[in-house]
């Protein structure tokens, strides 16, 4: 099973929730600046291209080795399979969502579900039952 992290706005329209997977991102790993166009991570995409790009223009004037780009990608490319879901989570906490639940699914649909029908971990939840363990 898959964990699942619920975002929400303070509204509770439908149109205002997130489900995100914890975990490593295989789209974010094979597809890495599509995955941040996609997403909407501007700035991430642009580090991307501007150190790639600079990077590819020192090897094509032979002051770099072949080598250093191709470890470079290869080090970008696990950084974002394995911080994606951290990178979409600050972006959407920026854009004014909270966490409200942590739901433990096969697939995000269930993820949805669950956390629809009350079955997830509720954040608030867990914070008043810290509170009342501390008075």
Request: aromatic fraction near 18%; proline fraction near 0%.
């Amino acid at each position: 099973m898959k964990t699942y992290y619920i975002f929400s706005k303070d509204s509770m329209d439908v149109d205002d929730l997130y489900c995100l997977q914890d975990g490593f991102s295989c789209s974010a790993f094979f597809f890495t600046v599509i995955w941040s166009l996609y997403h909407k991570l501007w700035l991430v995409s642009s580090v991307i291209f501007v150190f790639l790009g600079v990077l590819s223009y020192l090897v094509s004037k032979s002051l770099v080795i072949t080598e250093v780009l191709v470890l470079s990608k290869i080090a970008i490319v696990f950084f974002y399979g394995l911080n994606g879901s951290y990178l979409i989570e600050r972006k959407l906490i920026r854009q004014g969502f909270s966490l409200v639940g942590i739901v433990r699914a096969t697939e995000k649909f269930y993820a949805m579900e669950k956390y629809y029908n009350g079955d997830c971990a509720s954040i608030e939840n867990n914070v008043n039952h810290q509170d009342d363990k501390a008075i």
